[in-house]
């Protein structure tokens, strides 16, 4: 597949980029290792002013990195403002907390003193990060800010439709003064043979749909490279009879419907308990048909298009497919625009648990609602689904939803609110979903060599 960027709000194609040939592709990771080499022995306070200055550039360029997001994927512009400030934000994160959590520590073992065996973080190597359309900046430095911080560097395969937001993250880093610290390359998917069997590359980070996760996690295995994977997901919203209503629904209709319905971890499936559930739907269906389709431009816009039209065509099949299996399918509001990428909202009921439709993904402004009888049967809805990245709890009491979420088979839970990032809280599933966390120090020390250094006495008895 080439790279080019179409304006999905206006299907204008406005770019097109030649995808890599074996040759640039090799030569793109000789540049990342021979970035490594420098980088590795850069003092940690050099990797993070680094850092400290990139955060700076995207701040001071806030609405012009922003506008390249809405150009790319059709992200409302507050929603691309918004997704530039928690890169400022995870990258200062790590230029305050990267100290503390790289100095290497002590160990105590039988037969040593207390200084005897040090376990040191190194970094490395090269890594392979193939990051995703529907946040182009954040996914990028969700896996680069902590891994540069270590030492490690990055080869860069980010989505083809988002080629100028791979360029500009590239640019930002070098601009900063870390010339070739991430490497783009527009390469096919099948150049991930090429990639993950050269000996400088050291790991695999992707951000993607399940079957990319499986093939390229595979020739990572294959290759003896650790990868981590961030996949797909299909969160579960519970509200439970002591929730408050009006809250939980206006959370359900921003869990479902920020970035266009298109987050791993947005609100896909309602699990609400019987003596709220028509009320809630009621109030549900109001909330959702007051979303206004348009320029995602324009500040008055509250669904945006989606990232293109083959998104449409597959959230359309999916949702025709549940519909011939006898879901209840209603479209909500007012008519979405005939220009661009839209999708008109849609609401599905009377979905069988452990049903295709149950067990699928629908990436995009649908959502599914289920009727559970008690807290007990909305844990069982909840864990049926293959997917385990986040969900979230609604409820008066705390410590009643604190004890649901511990039931719960899945990475993240969030209390009253949908499931969040930030650049405070690690981030990453089970079960379908993948495996491995990114951010704060699980983050940082996913491709980090651990190394043990002992000192024993050399007349010692062996």
């Known amino acids: 597949m080439g790279y080019q960027t179409t304006n999905p709000y206006t299907n204008e194609v406005l770019a097109t980029f030649d995808t890599a040939t074996p040759a640039q592709i090799d030569a793109a990771i ?67 907390n990267a100290p503390g959590l790289l100095t290497p520590r002590f160990l105590r073992a039988a037969g040593y003193g207390d200084t005897d065996v040090q376990l040191v973080p190194e970094p490395q190597g090269v890594l392979f990060a193939v990051e995703p359309w529907n946040f182009p900046y954040y996914q990028v430095i969700r896996i680069g800010a902590p891994q540069l911080a270590v030492g490690n560097t990055l080869v860069l395969k980010h989505a083809s ?66 990868s981590t994977l961030e996949l797909g997901g299909a969160d579960a919203f519970i509200v439970l009879e002591d929730a408050e209503l009006d809250k939980a629904v206006n959370w359900a209709v921003f869990g479902r419907h920020w970035n266009a319905g298109q987050v791993c971890c947005s609100s896909k499936r309602m699990i609400i308990v019987d003596p709220l559930y028509d009320e809630f739907v009621d109030k549900y269906r109001a909330g959702v048909a007051r979303l206004v389709a348009g320029d995602p431009m324009d500040p008055a816009t509250t669904l945006a298009p989606l990232s293109s039209r083959s998104a449409v065509d597959e959230l359309a099949g999916k949702v025709r497919a549940a519909r011939e299996a006898g879901v209840t399918v209603e479209e909500v509001g007012e008519p979405v625009p005939e220009q661009g990428c839209f999708f ?66 899945t990475g993240m839970v969030f209390i009253n609110q949908p499931t969040g990032v930030a650049a405070e809280i690690p981030f990453g599933g089970v079960k379908r979903s993948g495996y491995g966390r990114e951010l704060v120090d699980l983050g940082l020390k996913e491709f980090v060599n651990e190394k043990v250094i002992a000192v024993t006495d050399i007349d010692g008895a062996f």
């Open 161 to 226: 439709m988002v080629p100028q937001s791979a360029l500009r993250m590239v640019s930002l880093l070098a601009e900063a003064g870390g010339e070739g610290l991430i490497t783009n390359v527009f390469a096919s998917h099948d150049a991930a043979e090429q990639i993950l069997a050269d000996d400088r590359v050291r790991g695999l980070a992707l951000t993607g749909s399940e079957a990319a996760g499986a093939s390229v996690a595979a020739i990572a295995a294959k290759n003896l490279k650790k």
């Open 30 to 96: 000789a540049a990342a290792d021979a970035a490594f080499r420098s980088w590795r022995d850069t003092p940690l306070p050099e990797r993070l002013a680094v850092l400290d200055r990139a955060a700076d550039i995207l701040q001071a360029g806030r609405r012009d990195y922003a506008e390249v997001l809405t150009l790319e994927m059709g992200k409302l512009i507050a929603e691309a403002e918004a997704e530039v400030d928690l890169c400022v934000d995870m990258l200062r994160y790590y230029v305050r």
């Open 344 to 409: 008109q909202p849609t609401i599905m009921t009377d979905i069988p648990v452990g049903s295709p439709t149950a067990n699928a993904e629908f990436f995009g402004p649908v959502s599914s609602l289920y009727r559970a009888a008690d807290e007990d049967d909305a844990v069982r809805i909840a864990n049926s689904s293959p997917f385990g990245l986040g969900g979230s709890v609604f409820s008066a009491d705390i410590h009643r939803a604190q004890r649901l979420a511990r039931r719960l088979d």
